[in-house]
């Protein structure tokens, strides 16, 4: 029901900003990015999960190798952004991050993007996007149910599963991300996490406690724009992928 939605959505949105563009008389600059707009609001709607984004790539992943540690990042754009080659040298990680995703457009994605790629684990990054609104108003529950519904199809696929905490936000830049992504959702969407770990025997990933500041925002050099690591946010949030990855490999 929330896909239907988000479609008509999408397609209401494009449908105004045509009907708005053939009011307009000849085309200029401003047009032209007009119309730039109206195509990609049509392409998403065709393809709301963005299933086609790795298709092409998807096809060429061979088979794992025996006893190879192939793991998937599943995410937003924080995974997106993610070198993964120079943070994990020689390491057979496969990055399946979207960005602007939420996490119903992941749970669709997640046969042809995870299970298809026959990972030994699956390390989810997601959430921040819900809580923004990115596909429309999610409650917490909702965001919960899709982590359970993308943990359910791991474990009945024999891949194990990281979930990694939500980062924090900050409020030091130009942008005031908070107005998007309360603080309060984020601390009550980790601990949700935590426990929900906890009680499948699943490695929780915890970004949230070594990225924060005393003032409970993301630290002002791990992130430009208060949502994005840059190089330094990566640093700090490598080591810890790596050992959690490793934490969740040996598990049985």
Not at 128 to 156: C, Q, R, V, W
């Amino acid at each position: 029901m929330r896909v239907r939605c988000s479609l008509a959505f999408l397609l209401i949105s494009a449908l105004s900003v045509i009907a708005s563009a053939q009011n307009q008389t000849p085309v200029t600059d401003s047009n032209e990015a007009l119309k730039q707009q109206i195509d990609r609001l049509q392409k998403r709607a065709m393809d709301w999960p963005q299933l086609n984004r790795y298709k092409d790539a998807n096809a060429k992943v061979p088979e794992p190798e025996k006893n190879e540690g192939r793991v998937v990042f599943m995410g937003d754009s924080i995974t997106d952004g993610w070198k993964l080659a120079e943070y994990f040298p020689g390491k057979p990680y496969i990055n399946r991050g979207i960005s602007g995703q939420t996490t119903p457009q992941m749970l669709i994605r997640f046969r042809p993007d995870v299970i298809a790629l026959k990972p030994r684990a699956v390390l989810i990054l997601a959430g921040t996007n819900d809580i923004a609104g990115n596909t429309g108003p999610m409650t917490l529950e909702m965001i919960e149910n899709n982590y359970a519904s993308m943990a359910d199809l791991a474990k009945a696929n024999g891949i194990k599963v990281v979930f990694a905490s939500v980062l924090p936000i900050h409020d030091y830049g130009k942008t005031k991300i908070s107005e998007r992504r309360a603080p309060e959702q984020i601390l009550k969407l980790n601990e949700w996490l935590k426990s929900y770990c906890k009680a499948s025997g699943l490695v929780y990933l915890d970004y949230f406690s070594k990225m924060v500041d005393e003032k409970g925002m993301l630290k002002a050099e791990l992130a430009n724009d208060g949502l994005h690591p840059n190089a330094e946010g990566y640093k700090v949030m490598a080591p810890l992928a790596e050992s959690a990855i490793q934490q969740t490999l040996k598990k049985k």
